[in-house]
């Protein structure tokens, strides 16, 4: 059996650097989902330690508080499907009410097609309009249907590496979770006496930045669906629930966030003539998106910690460029953390000075 104490330390140190590099190379696509797990798991842990003394075993009373956790999201994408199928089936409901009067004006208009053609019928120019038309038209339908068919088959080509993320995922928060309390004592294991103090900050500020991170990213989100089911509501949208649950969902979505509602419905009012709503929609959009992002994320977050409203902005946004939706959390975590060991640094200056 290895004796490590026989181990010089400029040999012990190489061989684990080395080791952890190449873990990190295996690991880094799934990485971020990984981190993920382990944010969610410190939320997770509180919940099972509830219920444990209820069920009694403790791999169940984890499974239940990651059941509790996502019921929310759950209920949510259930409402927004729901909300959807009911849109659809509306708008596709009422063609047949309306197919007597768009045959009738879809024949009227054919006898006028017909009777101008018929007056012009040997204009060459006419003629050659009429084929530029349709061939331009084919065009845009091709392109628009092998649009679709990529989209499709690009969708279907990410649901294994999306069912596999899921996977991870449920798997890293459960045994982040189960075994999370390890990882802790083994950092106090390895390190030094003098040097304690100094790490029961950096957790102690890593505490915070959790509790943090969760009041920066859904208290956000709801306040800004909420004002955004305002303004469609005086706007004389329809499906203002829906829509309202869509913008505050996008505000999860990296760089794009609310304004791939914002800008749809926008854009949709100007070219179907409805330039008003279209500009005052993409205007107050833009007022509750920069309001939401700038003002009342970071003022939330720091309320809970020490760490500046500005490193949790950074978090938050470059978070989410960088690594997508699991970026809205690692980011301001790293970033936290950071911050948190430079003024922990600091502190043990002052206390050794």
Known sequence: MLNIKKLSISTIFPIIILLTLLSFGILIPILSVVALGAILAY???????????????????IIIGMIILAAPIVALLYV????ILAAAIQVFGSIPHSSASATSTATATALNIKSGLATAQNSDSLNSLANLFISNITAIAEKLISYLVNQIITLLEFLPTLAMQILILFFSTFYFAKDGDKVIRYIKDIVPAEDKGFYRRIIHSTDDIMKSIVVGNVIPAIILGLLSMVLYYFLGYPYILLLGILSGLSEFIPIVGPWIVYGVLGLFSILTGDVTTGVLVIFFGWIIETTTDMYIRPKLSVNYSEVHPLVFLLGFIFGAVTLGIPGLFIGPLILGVTYSAYLAYREEVKDTG
């Open 80 to 83: 927004t499907a729901v909300q």
């Open 43 to 61: 939320y997770v842990r509180p919940i099972a330690k509830r219920i444990k003394p209820f069920v009694k075993y403790e791999t169940l009373a």
